[in-house]
C-alpha cells in the first residue's frame, strides 16, 4: 500500500499522522509513506525525524482580521491544488490522509479529484476549517469525538468515531524504565514535565518559570523537564538565565521534545495545554495532569477538552487569566500533588484519566484505510 501523509503547522496536526503512519509500517512493513507539508510548519523537524522523505505545498491560512497576507492566501488556495496534483501523479497513491491544518486542503482536495480514496482524522470536539471545506470530498473522517459530528453537514455514513491515534510506546514503558532510559539519578523522587506547544506560549513559559524559582528550585528532589516550543525558545532562555535557574542541575529546558512517550512514562506530573492529541496521550498513559489551555483557538476548544476531564476529576485546570502574580494557584496545585497525601491523589487522577482513552483507536484507523484503499 502507498499511503500519503499530509496535515501540518503544528504537533497537533503532525502528531496524529506519524501515529497513523507508524501504524500502517508496524501492520504492513512492505507499505511506502511519504508526507505532504509545508515548509513553514513543525513537520519539517518532525517527519524527517520519523524517517519520512516529504514533499512541500505552499499554502497559508487567512487571517481573521483584514491583512494584505490574506489576498496571498486566497490566491495560494486556488493554485495550491496543482502542486498537490503533481505529487500525487508522482508519487502514486493507494489512499491518501489528512490529519488537519491548512496544507490537508490542497492535498486531500487534489487526491479527491482525481479518484484517489481520501481519509481524515479531526481530534478536536470541534471540527477544524480545513476539515469542513474537504468533508463534501472525502471518503471518511474518523472523529476522536462523536460530538464533533454535530460540527459537520457531510453524509453521516462518511464518520467513524475512532478516538485519537497515538505514537507508539506510550503504553510500552514504566516509570522506572522510562527513567533509567534517560538516566535520571535516584536522588530525585520526583519528575514534572511541562510544556507549552510545539510552537509555545509566553504565559504558559512565564508560568513555568515562576514555578521553576520559587518550587523546583527550592526542591532538590524534584527533577523538572520543560519545552518552550521553538517561537519562545529564545526569549525563554534569556529568562531562565537571568533568574538563575541554568545554574540547578534539577531543572532541564529545551524547544522540543522529541521523546514524549519516554518523558511522559517517566513523569509524575505534567503540565500541558489541552489540545487533543495530548488529552489522548495522557489518557492512554493515565497521568496526573495540570492544564492551561490555549485560550487563541477555534471555540475555545482547548478549555473544552480540559474542562470535561476537570469535571470528573480527571486533572487541574488553569486559565492563562488564572496564572498572574507569580502564578501562585499553579505552585499551590503542584504541592498539593507532590504533598503528604499527593500520591493518592495522583493515583486517583490517573485512574480517571485512563477512563477517557480510546486504547485501540490505531488499529480501528488501519483496518478501515485498507478497506478505502482496496476500493
Not at 203 to 225: G, Q, S, W
Not at 248 to 273: Q, S
Amino acid at each position: 500500500m502507498r499511503v500519503l501523509m499530509t496535515g501540518g503547522g503544528t504537533g497537533g496536526h503532525v502528531n496524529p499522522a506519524l501515529a497513523i503512519a507508524n501504524t500502517i509500517k508496524q501492520n504492513d512493513p512492505d507499505a511506502v509513506i511519504a508526507y505532504a507539508g509545508t515548509r513553514r510548519g513543525i513537520e519539517n523537524k518532525l517527519v524527517p525525524k520519523a524517517g519520512y522523505p516529504m514533499y512541500h505545498v505552499e499554502v497559508r491560512g487567512i487571517k481573521r482580521s483584514l491583512s494584505p497576507s490574506n489576498i496571498k492566501a486566497a490566491y495560494l488556495a486556488l493554485t495550491s491544488p496543482i502542486k498537490a496534483r503533481k505529487i500525487i501523479k508522482e508519487f502514486k497513491p493507494d489512499i491518501v490522509v489528512g490529519t488537519g491544518g491548512y496544507v490537508s486542503w490542497p492535498v486531500v482536495k487534489a487526491a479527491s479529484s482525481m479518484g484517489i480514496p481520501t481519509a481524515l482524522h479531526e481530534s478536536n470536539a470541534i471540527a477544524g476549517v480545513a476539515v469542513k471545506m474537504l468533508q463534501k470530498y472525502v471518503d471518511r473522517i474518523y472523529l476522536n469525538f462523536e460530538k464533533t459530528g454535530e460540527t459537520l453537514t457531510c453524509d453521516k455514513a462518511k464518520l467513524m468515531q475512532v478516538g485519537n491515534p497515538v505514537m507508539g510506546g506510550f503504553t510500552s514503558m514504566s516509570r522506572e524504565e522510562a527513567r533509567a532510559r534517560l538516566g535520571i539519578p535516584d536522588k530525585y523522587k520526583y519528575i514534572i514535565l511541562s510544556y507549552a506547544g510545539s510552537m509555545g506560549a509566553e504565559k504558559v513559559n512565564d508560568a513555568i518559570l515562576c514555578l521553576m524559582r520559587d518550587f523546583t528550585a527550592k526542591h532538590p528532589e524534584v527533577y523538572h523537564i520543560h519545552a518552550t516550543g521553538s517561537i519562545e525558545l529564545e526569549l525563554c532562555t534569556s529568562q531562565f538565565k537571568e533568574m538563575g535557574l541554568d545554574k540547578y542541575e534539577n531543572i532541564e529546558l529545551c524547544e522540543y521534545i522529541f521523546d514524549m512517550p519516554v518523558r511522559m512514562a517517566a513523569a509524575d506530573i505534567t503540565i500541558n495545554r489541552a489540545g487533543a492529541m495530548t488529552v489522548s496521550e495522557l489518557a492512554i498513559t493515565g497521568k496526573s495532569s495540570i492544564f492551561i489551555p490555549s485560550p487563541n483557538v477555534a471555540e475555545n476548544h482547548q478549555y473544552k477538552n480540559a474542562k470535561v476531564l476537570y469535571d470528573a476529576g480527571a486533572a487541574a485546570l488553569f486559565e492563562e487569566k488564572d496564572l498572574t502574580d507569580g502564578a501562585k494557584p499553579l505552585i499551590a496545585e503542584v504541592e498539593r500533588l507532590l504533598g503528604p497525601d499527593g500520591a493518592a491523589i495522583r493515583a486517583e487522577m490517573g485512574e480517571k484519566i485512563k477512563q477517557f482513552a480510546v486504547p485501540d483507536s490505531n488499529k480501528l484507523i488501519y483496518n478501515d484505510l485498507c478497506k478505502l484503499a482496496k476500493k
